[in-house]
């Protein structure tokens, strides 16, 4: 595994496991539990998470699947935007802590910008990392100009990572925002690395898979990997998807390869919105 710095100096990994759609669906269940622990005992100990996934049902998995070994994984929450107010993130982030079974969530994020004041949600954040009830706070989809906002607050500063959509097909952030966190050594965790699994069937991915003996998923995550800086977090539901992942990390893509994929998913020439899915 490899590691990037959050920063307070403390090392994540820097391929972690999503759970979206996990902990819906019964005849899954097994499957999704085998997926996290067989993450979690490879290294890739950050698992992505929040209220919104299944109306809690991810959360509630990964509660059960971890049990005992609940220190061995870095967990990252999320508060809806509406629930974001003074009060309702300390009831949203027990909540969630309930259907997790642990007393503390490792990084908790605002799911996106919404209506509610961020000053009183940074206010909440404080409160709950004074009662210890969360180690970090961040942001998720928060575009370039949400983040100078943010900084512009009291105790902005302290944001601890921006989660945003990232793969080939959504280069947009490579224009300003990407760069913008680089040079405030801020941690991007791309989400969607697979853009949902619709890239997989993409000729230059397949192409360069056959060259390498290797899968398009392998190729597209290797990708967001590339500079071991960005943390990126695909979503597998088996533990053979989560193995096919990590294995990813030993791809060596090299600068012709990252032309290649340049030529067919090209970088952005100007600002474009920030995309969410
Ligand atoms: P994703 O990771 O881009 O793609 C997930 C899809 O890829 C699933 O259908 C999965 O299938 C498939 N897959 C995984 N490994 C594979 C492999 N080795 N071979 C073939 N297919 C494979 O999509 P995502 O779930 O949208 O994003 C990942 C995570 O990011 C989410 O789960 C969530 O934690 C986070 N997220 C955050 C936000 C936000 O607003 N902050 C938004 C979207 C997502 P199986 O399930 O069958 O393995």
Same mark, same amino acid.
């Given at each position: 595994?490899?590691?990037?710095?959050?920063?307070?100096?403390e090392?994540?990994?820097?391929?972690?496991?999503?759970?979206?759609?996990?902990g819906?669906?019964?005849?899954?269940?097994?499957?999704?539990?085998?997926a996290?622990?067989? @993450?979690?005992?490879?290294?890739?100990?950050?698992i992505?998470?929040a209220?919104m996934?299944?109306?809690?049902?991810a959360?509630?998995?990964?509660?059960?699947?971890?049990?005992?070994?609940?220190?061995?994984?870095?967990?990252?929450?999320?508060?809806?935007p509406?629930?974001?107010?003074?009060?309702?993130?300390?009831?949203?982030?027990?909540?969630?802590?309930?259907?997790?079974?642990?007393?503390?969530?490792?990084?908790?994020?605002?799911?996106?910008?919404?209506?509610v004041?961020?000053?009183?949600?940074?206010?909440?954040f404080?409160?709950?990392?004074?009662?210890?009830?969360?180690?970090?706070?961040?942001?998720?989809?928060?575009?370039?100009?949400?983040?100078?906002?943010?900084?512009?607050?009291?105790?902005g500063?302290a944001? @601890?990572?921006?989660?945003?959509?990232?793969?080939?097909?959504?280069?947009?952030?490579?224009f300003?925002?990407?760069?913008?966190?680089?040079?405030?050594?801020?941690?991007?965790?791309?989400?969607?690395?697979?853009?949902?699994g619709?890239?997989?069937?993409?000729?230059?991915?397949?192409?360069?898979?056959?060259?390498?003996?290797?899968?398009?998923?392998q190729?597209?995550l290797r990708?967001?990997?590339r500079?071991?800086?960005?943390? @990126?977090l695909?979503?597998?539901?088996t533990?053979?998807?989560v193995r096919?992942?990590?294995?990813?990390?030993?791809?060596?893509?090299?600068?012709?390869?990252?032309?290649?994929?340049?030529?067919?998913?090209?970088?952005?020439?100007?600002?474009?919105?920030?995309?969410?899915?």
């Amino acid at each position: 595994m490899r590691y990037t710095e959050l920063p307070s100096g403390e090392h994540v990994p820097v391929l972690g496991l999503g759970t979206w759609h996990m902990g819906e669906r019964p005849e899954k269940r097994q499957d999704e539990r085998d997926a996290l622990l067989s @993450a979690v005992d490879n290294g890739m100990t950050l698992i992505d998470t929040a209220e919104m996934y299944g109306d809690g049902a991810a959360e509630e998995l990964i509660g059960q699947a971890l049990g005992g070994r609940r220190t061995d994984a870095f967990i990252v929450s999320k508060v809806l935007p509406h629930h974001a107010t003074r009060r309702g993130t300390v009831a949203a982030c027990e909540n969630s802590l309930r259907r997790l079974a642990t007393d503390y969530i490792d990084m908790y994020l605002l799911h996106w910008p919404g209506a509610v004041p961020l000053e009183e949600t940074l206010e909440a954040f404080d409160a709950l990392l004074r009662a210890g009830k969360i180690r970090y706070w961040g942001v998720s989809n928060f575009d370039t100009a949400d983040m100078e906002e943010l900084l512009a607050l009291r105790g902005g500063t302290a944001v @601890a990572a921006n989660q945003v959509l990232y793969n080939l097909a959504r280069r947009g952030i490579e224009f300003d925002l990407l760069p913008w966190c680089r040079r405030r050594t801020l941690p991007v965790m791309a989400y969607s690395p697979l853009e949902q699994g619709r890239l997989l069937g993409d000729p230059e991915l397949l192409r360069l898979a056959a060259e390498y003996a290797a899968t398009p998923a392998q190729i597209a995550l290797r990708w967001v990997l590339r500079d071991d800086a960005t943390i @990126a977090l695909p979503k597998a539901g088996t533990p053979g998807h989560v193995r096919e992942l990590q294995s990813a990390l030993d791809l060596p893509l090299s600068p012709r390869d990252l032309a290649a994929l340049d030529r067919v998913f090209p970088p952005p020439e100007r600002k474009v919105p920030l995309e969410m899915i």
